[in-house]
Every structure is written in C-alpha cells, then in structure tokens.
C-alpha cells in the first residue's frame, strides 16, 4: 500500500462528525421529507446477489411482470451521493482514495464504515435510499420500450449469495440459505420460493439475451483465472482457491453493463462535453502476435481486424480434449487488450467514446459507487440531469484532471492487489515440504516456449512461471526415468511450437498447450523478497488431474466465493448492524497499523535467522 501510494489511514474524527449515525442512543431512519422527493419501492420484491460475507452491498435487483405484459427490470444501486456532499471532507478523501483496494486479505476502504457497511449498503429488512434505473422490456424480444432513472427508497427482501440462486436456478432446495424466510410460516415459504426462483430464471434469461447482443456486435469473451486466499480461525493461510464461475455471476454483471450503458447514454445526452464515461481503446495488432502464433499451433487461425472477428475467432478455437487450451487463448487476447480509462467527453472526440471490450458505443461506471469514486461523480451527472440541476457540475478541464487521478489510483491498486496475491502464495508454499507435500506438485500447461525452456500456466493455483530445462552450466533436464528428474549434459533445440530436450540417452519434445507436471517451491532470502520457483517432475500430465482425484485440502474448489479483485473477507453475517464501529479487519481497514506490521515482518526476519 506505502509503495504504491495508497491510503491505509483511518478516516479522521472530522470526517465521522459530518455523517450521520446509526447506534442504539441515536439510530438512523429515513426521513418523511427525503421519502416524499423519491418514488417509493418498498413493497418491490428487491434483492441482491453477492458473494458470501459480503456486507457493502451497492446493488440489488427486481424484476416483475406488469398488467400490460411487459417485464419490468430493475437495478437499484446504492444512494452514496445523498450522503457524500461535493467537497465536504469525505468527499475529499473519497476522491483522493479513489477506490477501495481488495488485497488478499483484508480491504481498505473508500468511505467510511457507517456508510460502506451501514447506512449505504442495500441488506435486507431495512429502509434504504437509492438510486434507481427501471426499464420496461418486450416480454418476447427484451427489447428496451421506455426507460426511468431517479431517486427511490427500497427495503431488500433478500440478501443471496451467488452459490444459493445458482443451486435454485438448478431446482435445489436452497431455503437453509435464505435467512430472511426464517420468520415466515410453511405456506409464505412456498409462495416466496417460488417467485424468488421465477425471478432468478427469468434475469438469466434476460442476460443471456442481452450478453447475445453484445456478441453480436462484437464483444469479446475475455478469460482471467483468479485466486482467493482462504485464511483460517488463526488468520494463517489454508488454502489458495481458483475462482469457480457459475451462470449467475455473468447474469449479474450483464445486468450491471446494461445499467451501466444506459446511465451513460442519459448523461452523455444532457452533458455531451463534461461527462464521465469509461472508454477501452483498440488493441494494437501488434500486441495479438503471440495470441496468434499460439493459436496455429492447435491449427486455429486468429482475425484480429475486429472486436467481432476476433470474438468469432475465440469462439471457434475449441479443443475437443483440452478445455484449457480456448482458456489459455482468451487469456492471451486479454493480455493484448488497452486499458480501459476514464475520462471526460470534452476530452475527447465523439468517435472515440467506445468500448472495445464490451462492444458498446458509451459506457460507465454507476453501480459501485461505495468502492469507486467515478460512480459517485456519475451519480451526480445522473440526478442532474434527471433533476434539472446544474450547480455542482464539473468543468470539462478539472474533470478530465479527476480522471486521470482516478485511472492513476486504479491502477495502483491493481498493482497491490496482484502483488498481495504473489505474496500470500509465496507464504502459503514457504513452510510446506515441496519434496513429500501433495499440494506442491501439480498439473501445468505450457504457455508459451522459450530459448531454454517454457512458460507453464498452473490452473489450480492461477499461477504462472518459468520452468527451465537448461541451468547455467549449460547442463538439460531429464525427465525420461520417472520421479527422477536429473540435470545431464545434453543439448536443446527448439522450433516455433515445441522444444526438445536431447540426452545421451533419450529425446524429450514439449510443444505449447501440453500439460506436464510442476513441483513449487519458494526459493529464501534475507535480502530480497523470496521467489517462487517451479520445477519440471514429468513430461506428463499430473496423475491427480488423469485420474480426476483431488488431494485432500488442495483442490475443494465447492466453497470458491468470489475472486478477490472481488472479493469481501467480513465473517460479520451475526453483527449488530445498529452500532457503528471504527473501520477493523472486518469491514475494512486492519486493526494493525503500520508499526505493526513492520514489527511483525521483523519477526517474520529473526524467526528464518535463529
């Protein structure tokens, strides 16, 4: 966080004292005046869907059909501009935070608590403000007929999580998991049940049509595996675990595009010259040429000319033995993509507004404005231009300086969330025995092919790495005698898609895409940050993945939650939400500070030393 210029500060006494409170001496309600001004959604069956623990929620959802026919689709996000006053204090230190940093372990906030986890997040069973885009669709087509943008109050019906409206999409009884139909008799349970699951199907429904239009016109299907660090009672970590992707995550996030696109088309229109939107770039072509060449050698050929040929491209690369191989690809068109930036439309001429990745003529950020500030700036843009409102506008040469911060702090925390990542996985593998320990040895696919070895993509643990067959003393490894990898003279030869290892006695060939076997182990130091090395065992596949037997303790992908540029580590879902608390572990920041955790690392240093 220090190196990359992120705040770890806890938000100051003044800052608290201009928000409101929520304790038992001084709890919090909406008011009558601010109830009369927004259209009331509160006997709207609205819920959210979210990873577990999650506590700061900024969206929910509902979805009905009307007396006319058609669909009635709502995303309801959370109301953060009504708390947050342009240029009050928070609003200052929101700016300058720009965003809530996700590291492996903890977060660290944009706001504060009382509103990140209280007072602007949308759980169930209480009054909330919000901010609301309502569109009425064909009940065939899903066309868009009319749309409605304004200020609403909600109370949440349901608080799920992505694992509970999948397993109900597929016909499991899921009732366990909603707390919320504790208190209602057998006969209510059944009714609710039931709308809830005609809801969870019919927003499937709905995305998978909005995403196909999407597709059509050209977006591309992008591929990340990413990792959560699963921590225990201790704080010490257990496990590392692939994020497993279900249905209802692209259904969510479909619906946050759709928002997204349409509060971008409303403030475009009114403000053409001092909006914020979000725009990615096209990709250099030059910058495919890897994706490319990787992809001729299953015999698939790459269109890079277009968003739309590309993604026709993706979608036909398919090995019918090996899903991994149209993974690896899309992970390389991910890897050849801009960065997506924002900026303001005075900035920049209106046939550069797009969005490549998305395939989309304007888009933006709305629906997480407790964690971004650049939704919280479109927010206001929105109610202005719904309200008729100009006053707090922001001119076109600041906002673009705004942007450019924002991108600056964006990034930044990406740098820290990747560099948390690498180092949770190098403790994670420090202490263990890479010689007897299972969850050290696992199955790897090679990436791409260098002059004296190649890179491997291990899917388990979203890792990758080098793994060289060549040392400096110009000596190969062999790997033909199993389970005894040997350094031997020998020499190497390597083509455009495969290299070969040749001994006195035996010839190895590794072309791109074959899976091989890898054993981790962290390199010490007392100088340097420790480094992760990997390993050639065998030039075959691991016989956990053949065989399909997961080790106990390495591969329980069943409670994966979320990935963690996601992901929310509260344990809180027992708390008192009417007492305030100063940001903690739990919903943010860490107890410890930075004395502390210097402290500890200097442990950490004389424990290796003794």
Not at 228 to 249: A, D, G, S, W, Y
Not at 337 to 347: C, D, I, P, R, W
Not at 357 to 379: E, K, M, Q
């Amino acid at each position: 966080m220090a190196e990359y210029q992120l705040s770890m500060a806890e938000f100051s006494e003044r800052q608290q004292l201009e928000l409101p409170t929520n304790n038992k001496d001084d709890p919090w309600a909406a008011t009558q005046e601010e109830i009369s001004k927004r259209l009331d959604l509160r006997d709207l069956l609205i819920f959210s869907i979210d990873p577990i623990g999650c506590e700061d929620v900024d969206d929910t959802l509902s979805i009905r059909e009307l007396e006319s026919g058609d669909l009635e689709l709502g995303v309801h996000i959370a109301d953060v501009s009504h708390f947050v006053h342009p240029d009050s204090l928070t609003d200052v230190e929101a700016r300058q935070r720009s965003t809530t940093v996700y590291l492996a372990d903890r977060r660290f906030d944009m706001l504060p608590s009382i509103l990140s986890a209280d007072l602007c997040s949308l759980v169930s069973g209480v009054d909330r403000y919000a901010v609301s885009v309502i569109w009425h669709l064909n009940p065939v087509t899903y066309q868009v007929k009319e749309v409605w943008y304004g200020r609403t109050i909600i109370r949440s019906a349901h608080k799920m999580f992505y694992e509970a409206a999948q397993a109900m999409h597929d016909g499991k009884d899921v009732r366990a998991d909603i707390p919320e139909l504790n208190d209602m008799d057998a006969m209510s349970v059944e009714i609710r049940m039931q709308r809830l699951k005609w809801c969870v199907d019919k927003l499937m429904d709905v995305a998978r049509h909005l995403k196909a239009n999407r597709v059509k016109g050209g977006a591309v299907q992008l591929e990340g595996l990413e990792v959560k660090v699963e921590l225990n009672e201790e704080q010490e970590i257990e496990n590392l675990i692939p994020k497993q992707t279900m249905e209802i995550h692209e259904t969510i996030a479909e619906c946050m595009i759709f928002a997204n696109h349409w509060v971008a088309k409303k403030i475009v229109e009114t403000y053409p010259l001092c909006s914020l939107l979000r725009y990615h770039p096209l990709p250099r072509q030059d910058h495919f040429q890897q994706l490319v060449e990787s992809a001729k050698a299953k015999g698939f050929e790459i269109d890079t000319s277009t968003s739309k040929s590309l993604a026709d491209s993706l979608d036909i690369c398919v090995d019918d033995v090996d899903v991994n191989v149209n993974r690896m690809l899309r992970s390389l068109a991910t890897k050849a993509m801009s960065n997506a930036l924002y900026f303001s439309t005075g900035s920049l001429p209106r046939d550069q507004f797009f969005h490549y990745g998305l395939a989309l003529d304007c888009y933006t950020h709305f629906t997480s404005p407790i964690r971004r500030y650049a939704d919280v700036i479109v927010h206001r843009l929105l109610m202005a231009a719904v309200e008729g409102n100009n006053n707090n506008l922001i001119v076109n040469k600041e906002l673009q300086e705004i942007c450019e911060h924002i991108n600056n702090k964006h990034r930044a925390s990406q740098h820290a969330q990747k560099d948390s990542q690498e180092l949770f996985q190098t403790v994670f593998f420090k202490d263990k025995d890479a010689e007897v320990d299972e969850c050290c040895t696992v199955d790897a696919i090679i990436e791409s092919i260098r002059s004296n070895g190649f890179l491997v993509f291990i899917p388990r643990y979203g890792m990758k790495g080098a793994v060289f067959l060549q040392d400096k003393n110009g000596l190969v490894l062999d790997v033909s005698e199993k389970n005894n990898p040997t350094w031997t003279s020998g020499s190497i030869s390597r083509s455009e898609f495969t290299i070969t290892v040749a001994t006195m006695t035996s010839s190895t060939c590794y072309a791109l895409f074959d899976h091989v076997t890898v054993r981790i182990s962290v390199q010490l130091s007392h100088s340097h940050s420790h480094n992760i090395k990997y390993k050639l065992v065998s030039n075959k596949q691991h016989e956990e993945i053949q065989t399909s037997q997961a080790h106990k303790g390495c591969s329980n992908v069943q409670d994966v939650v979320s990935a963690v540029k996601e992901m929310h580590t509260d344990n809180e879902d027992g708390k008192d939400k009417s007492t305030t608390k100063q940001p903690c572990n739990e919903f943010s920041q860490s107890n410890s500070n930075m004395y502390q955790l210097l402290s500890n690392f200097r442990l950490m240093a004389l424990q290796e030393c003794s």
